[in-house]
Each structure stands twice: as C-alpha cells, then as structure tokens.
C-alpha cells in the first residue's frame, strides 16, 4: 500500500504486475500543491517492457508540466507515443477552492465519485487509446463536497458492484483491503482510492 496524505485529501494506491512478470504494464502519477491534487493511471497496451514504455510517457509528463489543463496534458502524452504500443490514460484534477473534479480519459481506465449524499458519479469510458494520432477529449467537471469518496482503476481491477463497495466502505483501509481480496485479475493492476477531506 501507497499512501498519500495531505491536508485536503488522502489516498491509498495499489499496483500489482501480472503473475510472471517483474514489472507493472500500468503507470500511475499522484501530486499535491496548496489549490489542486492530481492523479491519473495509464495502462500500455501489451504486456511486460513495451507496455511499461508507453505507460511510463504518462507520469514523467505530468511530473513535470501538472499545472497545465487536462486537455493539455493529454495532448502532450498523446504526442510522446509516435511510435510506441499506446496506452489508456485517466486524468484526475482536483481543484480545492472551487471544490470541482475535472476528469478525461482515453479507454478504459474508470473513475468511480460516490458522493456522500449517496449517489454514484461515473463517467462513461471513451473507447480508444493514445497512440499519437488525433485525439478528440471529452473532459468533465463535476462538483464534490467534504467527504466524497473516488476510486480510479485500470481493467486489471474487475468490480463487481462499485457502488455497495464505496457505499458500504469503512474507510479507506477498508476498502483497500476489499478491493484487493475480492477484484484484482490476473493483469497489471492499478487502483488509487482516496477522500476528499475538505
Ligand atoms: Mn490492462
């Protein structure tokens, strides 16, 4: 377990490589300044080194250049994958003083909002990858209040209910534990799971 812990959020992380093999075909990237939190998770198409390549485009972008909108990053990772495998690729913004989540992807890494009122907020997947041809984005704000729980997962991560699953959540420990003893395939998989203090 990964942890992250700042004063307006905290999160838990897991990654897992396929059986067999040494290293994570998925990527993930989180980061903290005073107004915004963001992660993303990026999954490379194949197995094994060459998807590692492609995925690891993903957090050394962002590392250096997570002030820059959604829409821009995106395009800056999609321009590195010219000639690589490609990759699936969420990014997560969380911008504290507005209290909104801004959130785009391409293919199927899901981002699951259970907000505490007690309703599910869930983009639906954009088919596709990066692959450093034209991308047509669909970025997505959404407001949350103090104590919203999200969860972003590659598809190495299969849910059967995310809905009792972050509803029924106690804590993120909790539901660490639950995700990773009842859902993870035999794939790379990623998860990162976190609360939104305040
Ligand atoms: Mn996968």
């Not at 909108?69 to 990759?87: P, T, V, W």
């Not at 991308?135 to 949350?144: D, V």
């Not at 919203?148 to 909790?174: C, W």
Request: hydrophobic share 35%; net charge negative.
């Amino acid at each position: 377990m990964i942890q992250v812990q700042t004063e307006n959020v905290e999160a838990v992380i897991y990654q897992q490589a396929k059986s067999g093999n040494l290293e994570s075909g998925d990527a993930y990237f989180t980061h903290s300044e005073e107004d915004y939190f963001i992660f993303a998770i990026a999954d490379g198409l194949g197995n094994g080194p060459m998807a590692q390549q492609s995925a690891e485009i993903i957090p050394n972008v962002l590392s250096e250049y997570h002030h820059e909108s959604i829409d821009e990053l995106l395009n800056r990772c999609n321009e590195y994958m010219f000639q690589k495998r490609g990759a699936a690729v969420a990014i997560v913004k969380v911008h504290f003083k507005h209290k909104t989540i801004q959130y785009s992807c391409v293919g199927n890494v899901r981002l699951y909002i259970w907000k505490n009122a007690g309703k599910m907020v869930y983009p639906l997947p954009v088919r596709g990858y990066l692959s450093g041809r034209r991308l047509k984005l669909n970025t997505q704000s959404y407001s949350y209040d103090s104590g919203d729980l999200f969860f972003l997962h590659s598809d190495g991560i299969d849910l059967r209910s995310p809905t009792s699953l972050l509803k029924n959540a106690k804590g993120l420990f909790d539901l660490y534990y639950t995700v990773i003893h009842s859902s993870v395939a035999n794939d790379d998989a990623t998860f990162i799971a976190g609360n939104l203090l305040r």
